[in-house]
């Protein structure tokens, strides 16, 4: 599975970006999909996933009530809507694909969210 992140850029505190992971591959509604960040000079650290029919979502509790996943398997793509964007958001976002929640092969090139103040 190849994993191509987009829709990443520069936005005021408060604004709003949608982020889009395009998958390759027959076998992409078979995978769980997560996104993870990476901050400058820290670890990465896990987002947001949702199960291969889309039911199954968990949030990093930092963004609960602000980032929305969701996953369209007819598109092989899935998303990121993030609302209400803080400064701490900004980070490299990756979105990544897995057998089960807890271990993901394959990863994205990522993508830069930066958010002004």
């Known amino acids: 599975v190849q994993l191509q992140a987009s829709g990443g850029g520069l936005v005021q505190a408060g604004g709003s970006l949608r982020l889009s992971c395009a998958a390759s591959?027959?076998?992409?509604?078979?995978?769980?999909m997560a996104w993870f960040r990476q901050a400058p000079g820290q670890e990465r650290e896990f987002v947001a996933s949702i199960g291969w029919r889309g039911y199954s979502k968990y949030y990093t509790d930092s963004v609960k009530g602000r980032f929305t996943i969701s996953r369209d398997n007819t598109k092989n793509t899935v998303y990121l809507q993030m609302n209400s964007l803080k400064p701490e958001d900004t980070a490299v976002y990756y979105c990544?694909?897995?057998?089960?929640?807890?271990?993901?092969?394959?990863w994205g090139q990522g993508t830069q969210v930066t958010v002004s103040s």
């Open positions: 591959g027959r076998t992409f509604s078979s995978y769980v």
């Open positions: 990544a694909a897995g057998v089960t929640t807890s271990n993901y092969n394959y």
